[in-house]
């Protein structure tokens, strides 16, 4: 079975500065995507970036970036020039490849609060 | 473009009540989920279903069942509620391929069992 560690429940950033969110994955599955979703206290899940385990190059899409070292089994999320409205949940979920399609395992969880 | 559509949107259960949760999707999507999301916590995906006629167990199915007897629809029957079945519940839909960023959610149900 997937395991998905996030090892900060919170985590405090100022206003314009980056922050890193960790996740660290388990899984014996070669081939596999990393998901990270932002979820809002109104409760959406809000896709945020996807990186496959075959790509080359991390992923980024706008100021969100993924570091991903597969050796360690790691997929960090970085948002850069971090703003009020990041303040969220951050969740970060695998997908096994195979007949795994869309069947994500999550992981528990960071709380962003982002300072003025 | 509707995309995933769940109702109800919010539900006060009475122990040993039961309910179904629905689910649409309007993108002719071949695989669809419902998980749930306790307090504080990641979501568990209970069923899913990879085409019509066809649906599996996840982590988390007691209590629950559901049906796919369309591509479109998907939903969650909750048979005796029970104080833990107290959660968020979102349906999900994708193509069925490695996927991606194509997994899309619904905005969440939320439910109350007292």
């Known amino acids: 079975a997937q395991k998905i560690t996030q090892t900060q429940p919170g985590m405090f950033v100022q206003e314009k500065e980056a922050v890193t969110l960790d996740c660290t994955y388990d899984?014996?599955?070669?081939?596999?995507?990393l998901f990270w979703y932002k979820q809002p206290s109104s409760g959406e899940m809000i896709f945020l970036i996807y990186?496959?385990?075959?790509?080359?190059q991390n992923a980024t899409e706008g100021r969100y970036s993924l570091n991903f070292q597969k050796a360690r089994k790691s997929a960090n999320l970085v948002i850069s020039a971090s703003q009020l409205g990041d303040s969220a949940m951050y969740f970060c979920?695998?997908?096994?490849?195979?007949?795994?399609?869309?069947?994500?395992?999550f992981g528990q969880g960071t709380i962003l609060t982002v300072h003025p | 473009n509707a995309g995933v559509t769940q109702t109800p949107k919010f539900r006060i259960l009475k122990i040993g009540q039961s309910m179904t949760l629905q689910c649409t999707q309007d993108?002719?999507?071949?695989?669809m989920y419902w998980y749930r999301q306790d307090p504080g916590m990641g979501l568990k995906l209970i069923y899913y279903?990879?085409?019509?006629?066809?649906?599996d167990k996840g982590e988390v199915p007691n209590g629950y069942n559901v049906s796919r007897s369309t591509t479109e629809d998907f939903p969650l029957r909750l048979e005796l509620a029970a104080p833990s079945q107290t959660s968020v519940y979102f349906c999900?839909?994708?193509?069925?391929?490695?996927?991606?960023?194509?997994?899309?959610f619904g905005e969440g149900s939320w439910l109350t069992v007292v």
């Open positions: 999900a839909s994708s193509y069925g391929q490695f996927s991606g960023n194509t997994i899309y």
């Open positions: 899984t014996s599955d070669p081939s596999y995507g």
């Open positions: 990186q496959g385990s075959y790509d080359q």
């Open positions: 979920a695998t997908e096994d490849g195979g007949t795994s399609y869309g069947k994500l395992t």
């Open positions: 993108m002719n999507h071949n695989y």
């Open positions: 279903s990879v085409g019509a006629g066809i649906t």
